[in-house]
C-alpha cells in the first residue's frame, strides 16, 4: 500500500531517475573522485584543528560570512563590481540557478557529455532540458550550440570549463558566441580552474548575462563542500533569495577561512598535480587512447573497458567506468590524478588487467 502510494505522489521523470550512486571505497586507491590526493602540512592541519576546536557548534553559522567572502574576492581575483554568493559545493548552486529561471515553458541548455547535475537538476525542478552532442574529439559543436540557442531560447546555459567528464577546454571564441548568442543567462561552471589555462572570471565584466560558478572541492577542500558563483551584484543580490538560511555550516566557514589564508599552499599542490598529470598521461598513452585534460583526470578509452574496470577493482584500484553514461564515452574510463606513487600502482594494475 506505501509503495503505491509513494508511486501515486512523486513526480514520474523522479520515479525514472537513479540516485547519484557513490561507490564503496574502504580499502581501495580511490582515483573515482576528482580529489586533491595531498595531505596538508602539519603546521596547517594543527592550525586548522585550533581553530575547529574553539568553534562555538552550538551556534548558528554566520549567515552571511562577509569576511570569507573578502578572502574569496581577494584569492579568486572577482573583478570590482561584482560579488559572490556562497553554496554547499556547486551543486545547490546549480539547483538554485534552475529554481531561479524555471518559469513555464523555460528551458536549461548544457551540452553533453557533461556534468551529470545539470540534466538532473533540471528534471528535480521541473525544467526542460536540452543537450547538445559534442563533436567525436569532444570540442564544441558551435553551429548546433547556436542552432539550439535560436531554437529553444534557452533561459539558463551551462558550459563546464574544462568540461567533465572530458577534461578538454572549449574554444574560448566559440564560448564568447554562446554568451553573445544567448537570451539568458549563461554559467561558466569552473571547477577545474585551478588545472586549466584560461579561465571566463576576468570576462565577468564585459557580458550582462554571465556567471561563474567554482568550487573548491577540487582544490583540496572536498569534505568542506563549499562552492561559489561570482557575478555582477544584481544577479547575486536576486539569487540570494533562494538561498536557504546557515547554508554554509560553521566548521565548513571557518576551515575555509583559514586555508584561504594560505591559498599559495593549494595553488602549490595543484601545480604539483598538474606535473603528475603530464607524467601520467605518457604512461597511460602505452596502454590506451588518452584525452587531453586540463582538469586533475584524464579520460581514456579501451577495449573491454568494463572487464578493465572490474579487474581494476578487484586489485584494489577504483576508477570511473563511464562505459554506459553517454554513447559517445563508451569503452572510456577516468582516472584521477593521485599522488605519484598512486598513479604508479594504477599503471601497474592496468598493466596486469589488460594482459
Known amino acids: 500500500m506505501s509503495s503505491a502510494l509513494v508511486h501515486n505522489l512523486i513526480r514520474p521523470e523522479l520515479l525514472a531517475l537513479h540516485a547519484y550512486h557513490v561507490p564503496e571505497s574502504s580499502g581501495m586507491i580511490k582515483l573515482d573522485a576528482m580529489e586533491n590526493p595531498y595531505h596538508l602540512p602539519q603546521f596547517l592541519r594543527d592550525e586548522i584543528a585550533s581553530v575547529l576546536s574553539g568553534s562555538e557548534i ?108 572530458t577534461g578538454n577546454l572549449f574554444s574560448a571564441e566559440d564560448v564568447r558566441r554562446i554568451i553573445d548568442a544567448s537570451p539568458g543567462l549563461v554559467v561558466i561552471d569552473e571547477a577545474y580552474y585551478a588545472f586549466a589555462s584560461d579561465s571566463f572570471m576576468k570576462h565577468l565584466v564585459d557580458y550582462p548575462n554571465l556567471l561563474v560558478m567554482r568550487t573548491f572541492s577540487k582544490l583540496g577542500m572536498a569534505g568542506l563542500r563549499l562552492g561559489f558563483l561570482a557575478g555582477r551584484s544584481e544577479w547575486i543580490e536576486e539569487l540570494e533569495k533562494l538561498r536557504l538560511p546557515y547554508n554554509v555550516g560553521v566548521l565548513p566557514q571557518r576551515a575555509a577561512g583559514l586555508l584561504l589564508d594560505h ?55 577504483l576508477i570511473k567506468n563511464l562505459s554506459n553514461a553517454h554513447a559517445m564515452l563508451k569503452d572510456c574510463l577516468r582516472v584521477t590524478v593521485g599522488t605519484p606513487l598512486e598513479c604508479q600502482k594504477f599503471i601497474e594494475a592496468l598493466q596486469e588487467s589488460v594482459a
Open 58 to 165: 552550538n551556534r548558528y553559522p554566520d549567515p552571511d560570512p562577509f569576511a570569507l567572502k573578502e578572502k574569496i574576492r581577494k584569492a579568486e581575483a572577482v573583478p570590482e563590481g561584482c560579488d559572490v554568493l556562497l553554496g554547499n559545493g556547486s551543486d545547490e548552486l546549480i539547483q538554485m540557478l534552475a529554481m531561479a529561471l524555471n518559469k513555464p515553458g523555460s528551458v536549461l541548455l548544457s551540452v553533453e557529455p557533461s556534468f551529470v547535475m545539470y540534466r538532473m537538476i533540471a528534471t528535480f525542478v521541473g525544467m526542460r532540458y536540452v543537450g547538445v552532442q559534442l563533436m567525436p574529439d569532444f570540442s564544441l559543436d558551435i553551429e548546433a550550440m547556436l542552432a539550439a540557442i535560436e531554437r529553444d531560447r534557452p533561459a539558463l546555459v551551462f558550459l563546464a570549463y574544462p568540461n567533465n567528464p
Open 263 to 317: 591559498h599559495g599552499i593549494l595553488l602549490q599542490q595543484a601545480d604539483q598535480i598538474k606535473k603528475d598529470r603530464a607524467i601520467l598521461h605518457r604512461e597511460l598513452q602505452a596502454l590506451a587512447e588518452v584525452y587531453p585534460s586540463e582538469a586533475n583526470f584524464l579520460l581514456f578509452r579501451m577495449e573491454n573497458a568494463t572487464a578493465v574496470f572490474d579487474r581494476l577493482k578487484a586489485r584494489g584500484m
